[in-house]
């Protein structure tokens, strides 16, 4: 089994703005291509084109209705990824040491030469956040980009997780967690960033920040200004026709 590091010199992590996030799966869209091509084995399709298509996703975006107890039903759209547990029971209960919490910044990744494919950890991990790549037999989850996040060819604005570069909402934040006064601490603590099932212990390092209430809108008739009267005296050519129309 793979022992947990007691401590992380960061916790690099994702910061989500429920609020903000429009559902447009850009970041789906990019994470797959990114990580098909670059890091580990490709993300296999399974009948792409077919009556019952399958495929390996590390990032996926549910979309629920929410009827608040004051003010308009929201429809919230949820991404949902690795959130990189500090307590990641998906790295104890793996029995090769593929599954690994990185020390130097907290990054939980599966080394896929090791990985026997044995699902333990897709079991073990509450947010499901693990899928068993159908073609290659091995786990796949979400690295943050590792591969990406130190590319010193890359440009500095690009040295991010291509999920974040890539939403046009900008619904996601990088950075370190364990640093208070970095960008995401700070917006974690203005907006009141959440855990994701604290109840279930472990911690995670990403951080939900909830949507927040939606203004009450009122019912307009959007015919009203069209059918309202002209004037209420008219005069002139007017005033002459409401007369001539009378005497008929």
């Known amino acids: ?43 296999s399709d399974q009948d792409p084109y077919g009556a019952a298509p399958s495929g390996t996703f590390l990032n996926r975006v549910h979309s629920y209705e ?33 599954s690994y919490k990185r020390v130097e910044d907290g990054i939980v990744l599966v080394n896929e030469s090791d990985c026997i494919g ?10 499901g956040a693990r899928e068993l790549d159908a073609a290659e037999g091995v786990m796949k989850k979400c690295t943050l980009c590792v591969d990406r996040i130190y590319n010193e060819n890359l440009a500095p604005e ?8 890539t939403c ?19 917006l974690v603590d203005r907006r009141g960033g959440m855990d994701l099932m604290p109840e279930q212990g472990t911690r995670p390092v990403n951080k939900y920040l909830p949507p927040r209430p939606k203004d009450r809108l009122h019912e307009t008739d959007v015919l009203a200004p069209f059918l309202a009267p002209v004037a209420e005296d008219p005069k002139g050519f007017f005033a002459w026709l409401d007369k001539t129309l009378e005497k008929r």
């Open 1 to 43: 089994m793979t022992q947990l590091p007691a401590h992380t010199d960061k916790k690099l992590g994702l910061v989500i703005d429920l609020d903000t996030c429009v559902g447009c799966h850009a970041c789906v869209i990019s994470c797959k291509g990114w990580n098909t091509e670059n890091y580990g084995a490709p993300l």
């Open 66 to 98: 929410m009827q608040p107890d004051h003010g308009a039903a929201q429809l919230a759209h949820f991404p949902k990824s690795c959130l990189h547990c500090e307590d990641a029971p998906c790295v104890t209960v793996c029995p090769t040491g593929a």
């Open 118 to 127: 044995c699902g333990l950890c897709a079991w073990a991990c509450p947010y």
């Open 158 to 165: 690009d040295r991010e997780p291509a999920c974040v570069r």
């Open 168 to 186: 046009p909402a900008g619904a996601r934040h990088f950075g370190d967690l364990g640093d208070p006064d970095s960008a995401v601490s700070q």
